[in-house]
């Protein structure tokens, strides 16, 4: 890139001040307006500059979200894994977050049962039948592990207990065997959910309620959704490149 002009160095060395770091798409991006660059960089930065999570942790939200399956980022990945690792976080935590985070493709089963329940009981199709010895033993073995039930966990262990048991211990490997406190875990669960690409109420709700009860702040809270909304801005990194290199074959561009 051209040396850069004086308004765009300052614009590139507070988002350095205030995010810690610098990727080469940014360049592009603020060549082709420092207007909307500055804006990015305000927004951007206000969980860094006024929030109450460490480093490390801020960097697992932008992991969780961009290393979802509903978005799949891996250039944002790569950068914030750096990051991380950085601020001091270990291969271990990180790949915590991406095992809590690979959790949330139950979503699957968690939106369908209740359709699923809700048909074959319009079809005369399920039974009313109480929990058996051993569903009744997976369900204490669920809240052991991961410390809460939810009423969206019946209709799975009622339909298939066997898929029920093999989730319960897919799932509780981060918390029987990792080393984050529990609500930066539920702060993992509930970055991959708030994020864009997923939006997953339920679940957003029933991990802010866990945070809440491990002891997690308001301000811990909002600066973990306000961390991100930050994917958006995926949009420019995408497709800044493609835009350059068409705008310069249609010689539009240097």
């Given at each position: 890139?051209?040396?850069l002009?004086a308004?765009r ?28 660059f ?5 927004l ?6 006024h ?12 992991i ?29 935590e ?10 949330i ?18 079809a005369?199709k ?9 569903q009744v033993?997976?369900?204490?073995e669920?809240?052991?592990n991961r410390?809460?039930w ?6 799975v ?5 066997d ?18 406190e ?6 993992v669960?509930?970055?991959a959910?708030a994020a864009?690409?997923?939006l ?15 002891g ?13 909304t930050?994917i ?7 497709s ?7 705008a ?7």
């Amino acid at each position: 890139m051209a040396e850069l002009d004086a308004r765009r160095q300052a614009i590139k060395d507070n988002f350095i001040k205030n995010r810690g770091y610098w990727a080469p798409i940014w360049d592009q991006v603020l060549a082709l307006s420092p207007e909307f660059f500055e804006a990015y960089t305000q927004l951007s930065s206000v969980p860094w500059k006024h929030g109450t999570l460490e480093p490390k942790v801020k960097e697992f939200m932008y992991i969780a979200a961009d290393a979802s399956h509903t978005h799949l980022y891996n250039a944002g990945t790569r950068i914030h894994i750096e990051n991380a690792l950085r601020h001091g976080a270990t291969e271990a935590e990180i790949f915590e977050v991406l095992m809590m985070t690979a959790a949330i493709g139950i979503h699957g089963v968690t939106v369908g049962v209740p359709v699923l329940m809700e048909e074959l009981a319009a079809a005369g199709k399920l039974d009313d039948e109480a929990m058996d010895e051993r569903q009744v033993k997976l369900k204490a073995e669920f809240e052991k592990n991961r410390g809460y039930w939810a009423p969206m966990w019946d209709g799975v262990l009622k339909l298939d207990p066997d898929f029920f048991e093999a989730f319960c211990k897919y799932s509780s490997v981060p918390w029987t065997r990792g080393t984050l406190e529990p609500k930066v875990r539920e702060f993992v669960y509930i970055a991959a959910d708030a994020a864009p690409t997923h939006l997953y109420e339920p679940g957003l709700r029933l991990h802010i309620r866990n945070a809440i009860g491990y002891g997690a702040t308001k301000e811990e809270l909002m600066e973990v959704l306000e961390l991100v909304t930050a994917i958006g801005v995926h949009t420019i990194t995408e497709s800044v490149p493609i835009l350059v290199q068409a705008a310069k074959m249609a010689g539009q561009s240097a």
